[in-house]
């Protein structure tokens, strides 16, 4: 059993901050890409920010210069630092991990079940 526990979001206001974290536990062999997603009311799911196991990272056009997103491997853990947030990144933001959970098996996708960022102007 794996899971994912996000924790962060909340309420802030337009330019504000905030980190989201999230945790991978249960039987988990190693992690590969670690990442964030969130999804607007009626909109798609889209990508905020990916990180693999050796710290290479990505962002959506949408958040670069003003996400960061950080891991650390020993403790299955991600990051995201969002600052100068504005109301369009008001969302339910998804943890996502590809995740190995024996020697010989092959990875497996697993999300977290949301944690909500409302950013009011």
């Known amino acids: 059993q794996v899971q994912l526990v996000e924790s962060g979001g909340g309420l802030v206001q337009a330019g504000g901050s905030l980190r989201l974290s999230c945790a991978a536990s249960?039987?988990?062999?190693?992690?590969?890409?670690m990442g964030w997603y969130r999804q607007a009311p009626g909109k798609q799911r889209e990508l905020v920010a990916t990180i693999s196991r050796g710290g290479t990272t990505t962002y959506a056009d949408s958040v670069k210069g003003r996400a960061t997103i950080s891991r650390v491997n020993a403790r299955n853990t991600v990051y995201l630092q969002m600052n100068s947030l504005k109301p369009e990144d008001t969302a339910v933001y998804y943890c996502h991990a590809h995740i190995v959970r024996t020697l010989i098996s092959d990875g497996v996708d697993y999300w977290g079940k949301g944690t909500l960022v409302t950013v009011s102007s």
């Open positions: 249960g039987s988990i062999f190693s992690i590969n890409d």
